[in-house]
Each structure stands twice: as C-alpha cells, then as structure tokens.
C-alpha cells in the first residue's frame, strides 16, 4: 500500500508539473499582452504533453569533452532528489507519515546542491561551470537563513513532524503571528529554487542558460521536471507551515495553486537581481533579522512554559 501511494503521489506531482509549466506560460503570455500556447488541444491544454513528447524524441548531444558518466546521471539524480522531496509530504492514510519529516526535507533540498553542481562541471564548458558555481554559492548562502527561519517555527510547535503545523494552526494561522518571517521565507524560498529574481544559474543574457546550457532533449527535460516539482514542493511547504495546511479541506490545494501562481507572477513582473546584492541580502539582511527572531521566539515560548508551568 505504501508503494501504491508513492506512485500514485509521484504522478499526481509529474502531472501537477506538466500544467504547472503550461499555466506559467499561459500566465507571462497574458502579463506580455499574448496569448500563450493556445492551438494544441483546445485552449493549448494538451501543450505539456506535446512538449514531452517532443524533448524525449529529440536526438542527445553529447559534448566530446564532458565527463560522460556523470554528465548523463546527474540530470536523472537531480529529479530523483526532487521528487523523494514529496516522500515527506504527510497522508493522513498510508504514506511516510514520518516525525522527522522536516529534517528529511533539509536533508534532501542540501543535497540537490550537489547535482547542479556535478552537471555543471562534467558538460566542460565555462558558461555551465559558472552557472553550477553560481547556483552553489546561492543555494548554500539561503539554505542558512532559510533554515533558522524554519527553526523559529519549530520553536513554536515544538516538533519535526509537518503533520503537527497543520494541529498548531486549527485556530490561527501561523502568517499573522509571523508577518515578517513567512515573508522572508517566500523570499527565500524563490532564491532557493533559482527563480527570478534570482535565476543566477541560469542567466540567459550573460550565461547562455547556465548549468544546463550543454544538456539537450532528455537531460534538459529532466532538469526542468526536477525545477518545477521543487516549486511545487515549497508551495506545499509554505502552506503547511504558515497558512494553515489543512490537508481534510479543497481550500490546501487553492491555497498550494495561489503560491504556485506566486512563482510565476513574480518571474513575469520582477527584473533580475544583481549578484553581489542577492549575497548582500542573504548575509546582510536575512541572516540577522532571522537569527533575531529566533531568539524571539524562543523567548516566546519559554515564557509560555513558564506562565502554564
């Protein structure tokens, strides 16, 4: 039964990927003043499907130079780590429904790092090497804030399991006690999954697509999966930590589906950051303000131990 639910949650995710990249395209077609995919299918809905058929049909290129074991498996690693994100997703049924299920999601998002990385080193060309460089630099500077923001939340509720935020917030949502945090987060939570603003990685303009700029057909198809099921996820995650998470009600989903818009609405509206300024807000600004709200919290809490103790 585990296995049938993972499957089941696996391509419920893959599917929810697939539209995802339609409604974005959709979506920056009308912020353009365009229409966007709109003559496959009625309204362009199969579009998704067209488009995998056509990158997984296509011929691959190999770079004669690439480090070639590598440079094949790191694209499929990267959407395996993507996509073992959703293990920690709680069922309230069958599924992992594990008490360490954020120390997992940690776990597994500081290992995709290194997947980026790997593909940009073994293509052997300058504009990927510096696209996984950048990428590193930027994951790892927001991984650090983005995990004390997490640990004023686990603060609060004072366990590792996601199951829990949904019990903690049957009254009041977690985003009216934590305005600034859960705004800091969204914040992070962009710059964590490469996403304009802060699309370093993959500059166009200056990197020709970045890391993935030597894959072609499948590794780039696979790349891109494991890129949209990871916004999908920190939509998930955001809805569950401080906008309720009810999972018994349809509301999760509009709610999971308003910050999935979020992404896009922000990549169609926002310019590019400058480099040096994304590290500056990651040490200069994010870094403090969340190490000084953890102690507020922590604070917080205690005082609440006191006064029922």
């Given amino acids: 039964m585990i296995f049938i639910s993972m499957l089941i949650l696996l391509v419920g995710v893959l599917i929810g990927v697939a539209f995802l990249t339609l409604l974005e395209r959709k979506v920056l077609g009308y912020i353009q003043i365009r229409k966007g995919p709109n003559k496959v299918g009625y309204m362009g809905i199969l579009q998704p499907f067209s488009d995998a058929i056509k990158l997984f049909s296509k011929e691959s290129m190999y770079p004669i130079m690439s480090n070639f074991n590598i440079y094949y498996f790191s694209p499929i690693f990267n959407l395996f780590l993507s996509l073992l994100l959703w293990m920690c997703m709680p069922f309230i049924t069958i599924l992992f429904n594990f008490n360490l299920s954020i120390l997992f999601f940690l776990v597994c998002s500081s290992l995709s790092v290194y997947t980026i990385m790997i593909s940009g080193w073994s293509s052997n060309s300058n504009y990927s090497l510096l696209g996984g460089l950048r990428a590193v630099a930027q994951t790892i500077s927001y991984e650090v804030s ?6 004023s939340f686990l603060f609060l509720i004072l366990s590792l399991n996601l199951l829990d935020f949904m019990i903690y ?26 996403r304009t603003p802060f699309d370093f990685a993959e500059g166009e303009s200056e990197l020709v697509s970045g890391f993935n700029v030597e894959y072609s057909s499948g590794g780039f198809a696979l790349i891109f999966l494991a890129e949209y099921s990871s916004i999908l996820f920190m939509s998930m995650l955001c809805v569950f930590m401080f906008m309720g998470g009810n999972l018994y009600s349809w509301l999760f989903f509009v709610k999971l589906g308003v910050f999935s818009f979020f992404w896009i609405w922000v990549r169609g509206t926002l310019p590019r950051f400058r480099y040096d300024k994304l590290m500056y807000l990651a040490w200069k600004s994010f870094l403090p303000v969340s190490l000084n709200y953890l102690f507020f919290y922590i604070s917080v809490k205690m005082l609440i131990f006191t006064l029922i103790f």
């Fill in 146 to 151: 983005l995990f004390l923001i997490l640990l």
């Fill in 169 to 194: 917030q049957k009254f009041m949502w977690l985003v009216f006690f934590m305005f600034p945090l859960s705004l800091v987060w969204l914040v992070s939570s962009l710059a964590e999954t490469n």
